[in-house]
């Protein structure tokens, strides 16, 4: 199983970004799919998920801003990222796993995980 990401960058504050995480070694479509983002210092944040039958959920944070969503095609999820604020700057990781058991999406339900993209909003 590999997840690479990419989509990652500098926006100034308000500004829009979109991640894409693109899979390789698995059927997609039977694994759920997160976001997470992990910020200097601090722990790793779930933030956006979705399962095996297109169900989505968002931490409260990025609710109303950013949408999760996936190509099941071309083995792709993504992450569109709007009204960016500074406290969203992070590196973000997606990743896989067979459930969701809560919301938001937390790091033990995962067990493949992609390399990471930063993303850097500035005031």
């Known amino acids: 199983v590999q997840l690479v990401e990419s989509g990652g960058g500098s926006v100034q504050s308000g500004g829009s970004l979109r991640l894409s995480c693109a899979a390789s070694?698995?059927?997609?479509?039977?694994?759920?799919m997160g976001w997470f983002r992990q910020a200097p210092g601090k722990g790793r944040e779930g933030i956006a998920a979705i399962d095996s039958d297109g169900t989505t959920s968002y931490a409260d944070s990025v609710k109303g801003r950013f949408t999760i969503s996936q190509d099941n095609a071309k083995n792709t999820l993504y992450l569109q990222m709007n009204s960016l604020k500074p406290e969203d700057t992070a590196m973000y990781y997606c990743a896989a796993g067979f459930v969701i058991r809560a919301t938001p999406p937390q790091v033990a339900d995962f067990g493949y995980w992609g390399q990471g993209t930063q993303v850097t909003v500035s005031s």
């Open positions: 070694g698995y059927t997609h479509s039977s694994y759920c």
